[in-house]
């Protein structure tokens, strides 16, 4: 009767135990990972320069991409964060536009 009373004990202890584990597993696994909320994303502002001189060829100092576009000639549009457009200015030297962001 004792080994009857153990083999039961057990059985119950097992399923309790898969009953709490599985549900738990399900409720873990059911979260999405979340953003990086620590960093905010400054918005991209976009700042346009009027180019009157011919150039024959464009100079990039600092980390910056370039993107050519079929926009009006005489036009320099320029991408990103305020506080980093508010260091970029673009400057002529013997036909060349240079563009620097450092």
Known sequence: ??????????????????QLTFPSLLLLCSFKPGENIGMLKSPVVRKEFKVDNAFKSILLEGNISLVLTNDPAGTVIIEGEKKELNKINPVFKNNILVIDAN
């Open 1 to 18: 009767m004792k080994a009857t009373i153990q083999k039961l004990y057990k059985a119950i202890n097992r399923r309790l135990l898969i």
